[in-house]
Each structure stands twice: as structure tokens, then as C-alpha cells.
């Protein structure tokens, strides 16, 4: 069974930059499946996050939310199973818990994704 952990989350202040981590195990062909970072507010259900960015099974094609491009990068590391996102410049409405997902394609819903962390919090002070 596919395990996503999530880190890097914390408190930072607006401007700040944080880079967030997510490791998968339990998957042996973690090089042929897409990745994508959400994030998810207070009164949103499951369904309801928001897609940051994504990548696809090579990481070699990115996508990301109109309001964080410039800004955000995500990065896939086949050879450690290993996604990452930085994120530059914070914003206080950009608080939120952020997730990582494991999906057989590229998604911007959570329609198609087949396993979650847990999420790391992010708070950002103005």
C-alpha cells in the first residue's frame, strides 16, 4: 500500500519562501506516476482542495494555479521518490494545509488521485 509523508511546514512571515517535502514508499514504480501539491482551508472538504502544482511521471512537465506561477516550483526526484515544492514570496491567504498526492495521471482535482499524506500546515503572518 502507497504511504505519502508530507514536511517542511511551519510558521513564516509574508515574503517569506518555504520549501515543502513529500516522500512516497510502498511504490515500486513511483517513476510512472504523476504527483500534486493541494492545499486545503478551513471549511473545505476533501474534494474542495485547491491544486497548487503539478508534475508528471517524469517530472519533466509542470503545471501550476494561475496564482502562484513565478513564484512556485514544484520538482520530482524519481530516484528518491521524492516531490517537492518550493514556494516563494508567501502570501497570508496562502495559509493553509498542504497536500501531496500520488495519481496514475496529471490532475488538478482529487478525482484520480490513489493515496494522500496526512498534509503539513503552513501559516504565514502578515
Known amino acids: 500500500q502507497v504511504q505519502v509523508e508530507e514536511s517542511g511546514g511551519g510558521l513564516v512571515q509574508a515574503g517569506d519562501s518555504v520549501m515543502l517535502s513529500c516522500v512516497v514508499s510502498?511504490?515500486?514504480?513511483?517513476?510512472?506516476?504523476?504527483m500534486g501539491w493541494f492545499r486545503q482551508v478551513p471549511g473545505k472538504e476533501r474534494e474542495e482542495r485547491e491544486c497548487v502544482a503539478t508534475s508528471n511521471y517524469s517530472g519533466d512537465t509542470t503545471s501550476y494555479t494561475d496564482s502562484v506561477k513565478g513564484r512556485f516550483t514544484i520538482s520530482k526526484d524519481n530516484a528518491t521518490n521524492t516531490v517537492y515544492l518550493q514556494m516563494n514570496n508567501l502570501q497570508p491567504e496562502e495559509a493553509a494545509v498542504y497536500y501531496c498526492g500520488i495519481s496514475p495521471w496529471e490532475g488538478t482535482t482529487t478525482d484520480g488521485y490513489v493515496g494522500w499524506g496526512r498534509g503539513t500546515q503552513v501559516t504565514v503572518s502578515s
Open positions: 510502498g511504490r515500486r514504480t513511483f517513476d510512472k506516476y504523476a
